[in-house]
């Protein structure tokens, strides 16, 4: 049972053993802390409160393990937790530790690991096995460009991939980046299949190059603007939103490119 919001009257709260309040995003901290007093308030069974984003400001262990369906969409799966990267950029190492191989998973159609190319060759062909009775697969987690190999590409050549998404965070891996795109778009895996995320938010000029490279090498770009850690939501101008809005929908996008639309026109 899901609910969003403040709790009902309490007539209307179905019988329960305990209730999960589940902080994604940091910024969610100071809500969630308030959701959390006011389900105390509604129930007489325990509450909880967890998640990535409450884990870090409380530097608890966030749960490392997996159950489909819970606090996430069923056709979701994760295979691995955590990240041997060190990027300042991103929170996975301090929320979920280093990379750590999880067994005993339900595969489903959308893998979601922070890190799927870390994880060690012999896992990988587990996931590869499990996934060729899926349909529309997706490996949505951003796959590192500098692990993509044959091996990786020989596997899912065998498999109905929907969606790769690969990541470009800064202007240095660019080059790294558009190698793969072009590697896999040989393989036969066009822009319809191909999606990469580009961080953006500092320069704007540097994030259009990033994401025109991207689209030129075959992959559909979509930016992602930067926020940091704090307890609130860090603020963009309406140019910006307006700007990575262009970048995050693949009609604007492609309008962009191919009849020299501008982030103003939309």
Known sequence: MAFFGRPPFRELIPEHDE???SCVFTWDYVYCTLLADYWRDATDKPVKIGGPGWAYFNKTPFRRGFQ?????KPEYTF???GCDNACPWCSVPKVEGS????NGFHIRRIIQ??????????HREVVYGLLKSQKRICFRGGLEASRIDMHFIENIQWLAISELWLACDT???????TEKIRLLSKAGFNNNKLYCYVLIGDDMEENEDRCRAIYNAGAMPRAQLFYDFSAEKTKYS?????????????PATIAHMEKGTDWRDF
């Not at 489909?68 to 996430?72: A, D, K, Q, S, V």
């Not at 990379?99 to 999880?102: D, I, N, S």
């Not at 690991?113 to 012999?122: A, G, P, Y």
């Not at 309406?238 to 693949?250: D, I």
């Open 19 to 21: 209730v999960h309040v």
């Open 68 to 72: 489909p369906g819970l606090y996430i």
């Open 79 to 81: 295979t691995s937790r």
């Open 99 to 102: 990379l750590k191989e999880l």
């Open 113 to 122: 690991d922070n890190n799927f190319l870390q994880t060690s060759r012999s």
């Open 171 to 177: 202007p240095n891996a660019v080059g790294r980046v």
């Open 238 to 250: 309406s140019e910006w939103k307006k700007f990575a809005s262009m970048w995050q929908r693949p």
